[in-house]
């Protein structure tokens, strides 16, 4: 059985033409939820999940146990985005934090990755966390690195052939990091 979400009442209305909302989401959201997430999922080039995995799987794996939280990126009255954040690490590491974000193809060029991006990291800050760490971004997934790049993330490494991409073979795979006590996120 999958974990329980926060019971958190939606906002009213939908957002504003053209406009972007992120909220914390809600059991309610899960099949919007999985409608954008299994493509990428099947498509087994972003990621290091199983591309057989089902909807109760991808359920246990998005919505883990607090203090993980799950937002979503709204736009046009959909879920266009939706981020997984948690502590990277648990014990002694527990201070840095890491996230999995998943965008709408059909909305790409849009600026829904950067503004869920942004939103996440600073709700990172402001859950303590000193830190965030990704400890797989696909090298090959490069709209991705350069975000991260661009909003402050470093390249500490890459793995390489790490990721068996279904197009590219084996690739790397980046550890990036991004102080948040330095950057204000």
Known sequence: MAPALPAEPHPTGPPAEGTIRIRRAAASDWAQIWRLMEPIVRAGDTYCWDQDLDDDGARRLWFEPPPARVYVAEAEGRIRGTALLHPNRGGGGSHVATAS??????????GIARK?????LAEAAAQGYLAMQFNAVVETNVRAVALWQSLGFRILATVPRAFRHPSAGLTGLHIMHMDLTEHGA
């Open 116 to 120: 869920l991006a942004q939103h996440v």
């Open 101 to 110: 974000f998943m965008t709408d193809p059909a909305a790409s060029g849009r």
